[in-house]
């Protein structure tokens, strides 16, 4: 007998739209929200949870078409619902699958009954109509209770990275992407290959997805060439693989007590049991020893797995945060997962072809696997969640074959993390230096991070043309406040 205060998912919906595609309606994120909600038959909710949009995820955020002031209230406003608490959650790509386990945890302890967690972005509507005199207004002022989360952002902005302008996603990420290549030895040309290999078959699921925003398939060549329409976006990036997030789209997960659904109605073969999850935080980025490796995500994915317990040859469906190539890499090197595994690595398509809606993608990824471990009843399906610079993970393993709820053992495991030495920084270089990674934009300078000769590491600027700069060895110093690296080392003193 299933215990009453089991949690299990009983409904998941999403919602999209397209400029320029029938049916488009300029609608918001609210709208968006509201309508993958009503999808997942959005009941009596007592606590309703939102996912941050990117327009309300970091201080200097724009919303060119305004906002909600209270986003979960306003989404249940157009359900007609008054949940006793409302939650807006943290930036980040880990903060859906962090909010399942966490909400199913609040019934399982008796203090809810059902939880419903929204969010969406309209990211791609606000894009097109910023400056149109007919431009549509998002804005909306709701009362009520909010637990505003705050943005989260504490550690993702290292001052030696911010001092030379390399603060976005792709830039950071390029950085890590560099760094595996280095550490595998690979050209150019082959890295290149590797991560066109990785996220061809992608292309090929999103396709087939009603809600994918770049719903084409593409050969490896065609994601790795670069083009007018893939430009290079920070080496080694061309456009195509990194995430889109000029989307339109929503999605919802709603959680009851076993007692609830029972209560409800809902068929038991609806029911989805969240057999076993975890939330880990890697280590500020510059402090990493490794910078191709995500031991936070291995050890997130490993514990979940191991709650349920089950192996990784148990999953019949992954699906693993795509935003770039290395969130998927490095969590399959951690593994032994291979790349190219028969069972496919992303139920969507991925954030780069299904698309990347803020913080919100994985609660599509976490809808499909529900839908998937329906049709395949006593399957198991694992979700992986990224967020920040492959700094905040969540892991979920979901199945509709009953498991009784299981509190996760987070902290030990984040203790253990923690206990790594960190890597030594130099803010102010001088001397012999090797290049350990670095990412280039065109027209600007290279952002490099190296190693001195006693194993500190430094972030300086190297030259705007200088080709492939990995291992490369020369000379760092300390200008007026400004770090530069140059692949010549300095004249010696005269004869």
């Known amino acids: 007998m299933i ?34 909600a009503r999808e997942a038959g959005a009941i009596k909710i007592n606590i309703m949870a939102g996912v941050r949009q990117f327009e309300i995820s970091t201080p200097w955020s724009h919303a060119p078409l305004g906002r909600a002031d209270n986003f979960p209230r306003a989404v249940a406003a157009r359900l007609g619902a008054d949940p006793q ?64 989360r705050g943005y989260g952002l504490d550690g993702l902005a290292p001052k030696q990275l911010a001092a030379h302008g390399l603060l976005d996603p792709p830039g950071q990420y390029a950085l890590f992407e560099h760094a595996r290549r280095a550490r595998l030895g690979l050209s150019g040309a082959d890295y ?52 889109r997030d000029k989307v339109n789209q929503g999605a919802a997960v709603l959680l009851a007590s076993v007692g609830e659904a029972r209560r409800l109605g809902v068929p038991q073969d609806r029911w989805v049991f969240l057999h076993g999850h975890a939330d880990l935080r890697e280590r500020d980025v510059l402090d990493r020893p490794d910078l191709s490796a995500y031991p936070a995500a291995v050890a997130a994915i490993r514990h979940a797995l191991g709650l349920a317990g089950i192996g990784l040859a148990d999953l019949d469906v992954i699906d693993l945060y795509s935003c770039f190539p290395i969130a998927v890499f490095a969590v399959c090197d951690g593994l032994g997962l291979p790349v190219d595994d028969p069972r496919g ?88 230096a090797v290049v350990e990674t670095y990412t280039r934009k065109p027209g600007q300078d290279a ?11 430094f972030v300086a600027a190297g030259p705007p043309d200088g080709g492939d700069l990995l291992g490369a060895r020369g000379h760092v110093g300390t200008a007026d406040g400004r770090v530069t690296f140059s692949r010549e080392l300095p004249p010696g003193p005269s004869a």
């Open 85 to 148: 608490r409302a939650i807006l959650e943290v930036t980040g790509g880990q903060a859906p699958q962090k909010l399942v386990a966490e909400l199913a945890g609040e019934i399982a302890a008796g203090r809810a009954e059902t939880a419903l967690i929204v969010g969406a972005e309209a990211i791609s509507t606000a894009a097109a109509y910023a400056h149109a005199d007919d431009r549509p207004d998002f804005t909306e002022t709701v009362d009520g209770q909010l637990e505003d």
């Open 345 to 432: 690595l992303t139920v969507t398509g991925g954030l780069p072809f299904f698309g990347g809606p803020g913080n919100n993608y994985a609660l599509h990824a976490i809808a499909e696997v529900v839908r998937r471990v329906r049709r395949a009843p006593g399957t198991f399906g694992l979700v992986g969640a990224n967020g920040g610079f492959l700094s905040k993970y969540s892991a979920g393993v979901y199945s509709t074959a009953p498991a009784p709820w299981r509190d996760s053992t987070d902290a030990a495991i984040q203790a253990g993390l923690g206990r790594v030495p960190p890597v030594p920084l130099c803010d102010d270089p001088s001397g012999p």
């Open 192 to 243: 290149a290959a590797a991560m066109g290999a990785l996220f061809a078959p992608f292309t090929t699921v999103a396709a087939a997805h009603p809600h994918a925003a770049a719903p084409t398939v593409r050969t490896a060549a065609e994601l790795t060439a670069p083009t007018p329409s893939n430009r290079v976006v920070a080496e080694p990036y061309p456009r195509y693989l990194v995430s």
């Open 3 to 36: 215990d009453d205060r089991t949690p299990v998912i009983i409904g998941v919906g999403e919602a999209s739209e397209r400029l320029g595609e029938p049916g488009y309606r300029r609608r918001s994120a609210v709208d968006l929200a509201a309508a993958a």
């Open 447 to 457: 952002v490099i991070i190296g190693r001195l000769g006693d194993g500190r590491r």
